[in-house]
């Protein structure tokens, strides 16, 4: 599975993220939930990556929220 590569305006510059299509569509479905644009997701995603490459931090934050989500779930 070959990674997508997509551009993106962020804090005023391009920047390109390339992931696997599984990633980009558990970001598109994360972003509907959270009521933003896919731009804005990884915006946010953006400013809390610290020295992380932005596409590994966009992974890091899909796993971290599906954990999030699977730990709630066994709650019920």
Do not use: C, Y
Not at 6 to 22: D, K, N, V, Y
Not at 24 to 51: H, M, Q
């Amino acid at each position: 599975m070959r990674p997508e590569k997509r551009s993106f305006s962020i804090q005023g510059h391009r920047t390109s993220i390339s992931l696997e299509s599984a990633f980009w569509s558990a970001l598109k479905i994360a972003a509907a939930e959270d009521g933003l644009t896919l731009a804005g997701l990884i915006n946010a995603i953006d400013k809390d990556r610290g020295g992380a490459g932005l596409s590994s931090a966009v992974r890091v934050w899909i796993l971290k929220r599906l954990e999030t989500r699977a730990a709630e779930n066994a709650r019920e």
